[in-house]
């Protein structure tokens, strides 16, 4: 396996989280309390799905800079969500 195949195959791994996320997010409705961050999280993984596509085309992570710039978003974006996925369930937890 070549590191462009790889990089195909990883892409679609992200692309089946988003698509998981938004399945999640149409069953639950915008009521739930991790809408927002369903939605962002989604936009970010097939961001980084499609990060991965151009990565494939390039044969390096930081080539074009843009690239480089796009992928450092999505990751700040999965870890934005993170945080906000644990406090939400840290208050909704301390509801109970």
Not at 73 to 88: A, Q, T
């Amino acid at each position: 396996m070549t590191i462009s195949e790889f990089n195909y195959i990883e892409s679609m791994l992200w692309f089946a989280i988003a698509l998981g996320l938004i399945i999640n997010l149409l069953m639950k409705g915008h009521r739930d309390a991790y809408f927002t961050v369903n939605i962002i999280a989604s936009l970010a993984f097939i961001a980084f799905g499609i990060s991965d596509i151009i990565e494939a085309s390039t044969g390096a992570w930081w080539r074009p800079f843009s690239l480089l710039v796009l992928k450092a978003v999505c990751v700040v974006s999965f870890i934005g969500c993170f945080i906000k996925y644990k406090k939400i369930k840290s208050v909704i937890q301390t509801h109970k």
